[in-house]
DNA sequence: ATTAAAACCTGTTTTTTAGCAGGTTTATTT
DNA sequence: AAATAAACCTGCTAAAAAACAGGTTTTAAT
């Protein structure tokens, strides 16, 4: 059992050792550090690392504050958001488990140009900017896979600006649909997060009007159900079809 | 002088030193491979580049084409789109000298999931997948410098996923406006690449009418000069603050 | 210099989508 | 268990944008 702080980000640098924060006990194997981990012992860094809890609704990045660094997810799921035009959030991606959240909380940005909220009771990794530099500067591999997953993520966000641009609103909500399914996948026949007809509008871009009704004609074509809040998705092959003819390399 | 190739880039893998192909005289400077030449040195691998000559109009990425490797532009200007539903072409980033050309050009990807076509006479250079991989791996500044590239692209990627979805056509066309000013810059009082109306509104994920209709607008507005497919920016400020209200944290 | 082909332009129609209004159901709090 | 709030739903209306049609101008090629 590792040890929990509760307090948000402290920007007092505490000198602690890596051991002290469990990134060696950790289970998270998907995550970028515990995967260098081998050779994060070799440079011999302390990293010095604060962990966050978050209750479900909890924002933990505020658009336009100050950037200090950048969190892992360890555990749990999250929503990452811009905000545009008077209360209309745009959101650009989900995360869960091993994934970085914070873009840019490194390098010369000085403002966080995105929010996050926890989607659910989440537990967070913070590493300030300046040892996520050093760690960088002195681990290739690290470096190489943290770069690797900025390519991704750029492709699944052109990939996006295609989406909106050329897709219609249906397209569009099944595209979300199958998004989400990726991402977090089904339990017990349905989506495993708890989303709200707005929170599915803001990533599909489009309103919370909108898809209720596709929802609706959906469950009436019987490719998904639905109750309450939750979501399963009936034939994941038949949505892939609806939208098959804007996916000419699977890069969904 | 630096020898150039005129073929399409080859698959064979002729061993050659880095002299021979220029990057130690290469003058460009805002080149990622250029910043960290020192490193690249110290750490003597070989770099095996061929340089690629495009007329304007040549396409040198093909979506869906196998990826062994990737591009810089040494010279010139390109468009880097996706091909969506028959015929319509998404346009998600402009490249000029210095930028990286073809996303997961290394990686487990096997296919390219975009096009890149160049704007007018442009000079690549052209790393293969395995060297790159080699070079990035035995150099941290390089892997962090070309992380920071995609975090940076991505960060604008998905800025452009929150404009497309909540900004009116005409918002549109004047972001994309500002996108190419600050790309390409001006000469003379027009912004310096020669696009069609229609290339305008690939980016901006509209139709050619809708761009001709607003460029007329903004014309009589005086906003913007035209003289036949070239465009001049009359007030960078003005079209900024028609806009103003969608980036409360000057993101574009 | 002539022809052909792009590119550009404008008015009209049609389609799509957003916005609004006024409900019901579901979830949360006291 | 009742009260309150949040989320969900549906029909209608208005606005925005795409598509179409039929031009003109500009650019490139012979």
């Known amino acids: 059992m590792q040890t929990t702080y509760y307090n948000t980000v402290s920007t007092t640098t505490r000198k602690r050792f890596s051991q002290d924060v469990g990134c060696i006990s950790c289970e998270n194997h998907n ?8 050779s994060l012992e070799n440079s011999e860094i302390n990293i010095e690392k604060s962990n966050l809890r978050c209750k479900k609704g909890q924002q933990f990045i505020i658009e336009g504050a100050p950037v200090n660094g950048l969190f892992f997810v360890l555990k749990g799921k999250v929503k990452v958001f811009r905000t545009g035009i008077i209360g209309r959030e745009q959101i650009v991606r ?10 840019r909380g490194f390098g010369t940005e000085e ?19 300046n040892d996520l530099q050093d760690i960088l500067q002195a681990n290739p591999k690290f470096a190489y896979d943290m770069m690797l997953f900025y390519a991704n993520e750029l492709n699944r966000s052109e990939s996006k600006v295609k989406s909106i641009s050329q897709m219609t609103v249906r397209e569009r909500v099944i595209d979300t649909l199958l998004y989400i399914n990726k991402k977090f996948g089904s339990n017990k026949g349905f989506l495993d997060v708890p989303l709200s007809r707005r929170e599915y509008a803001e990533y599909a871009g489009t309103t919370e009007e909108q898809v209720i009704r596709i929802f609706s004609a959906l469950k009436k074509e019987n490719f998904i159900i639905s109750k309450g809040k939750k979501i399963g998705i009936n034939d994941i092959q038949l949505l892939k079809n609806e939208i098959s003819e804007h996916n000419f390399y699977l890069d969904s």
């Not at 995550?31 to 081998?38: D, E, G, M, V």
């Not at 989900?94 to 873009?103: L, Q, R, V």
Request: with cysteine.
């Open 31 to 38: 995550c970028l550090i515990k995967r260098n981990l081998s």
């Open 111 to 129: 403002y966080y140009s995105i929010g996050a909220i926890a989607l659910e009771e989440t537990v967070l990794c913070y590493f300030s900017k």
């Open 94 to 103: 989900f995360a869960t488990a091993g994934e970085i959240i914070g873009h």
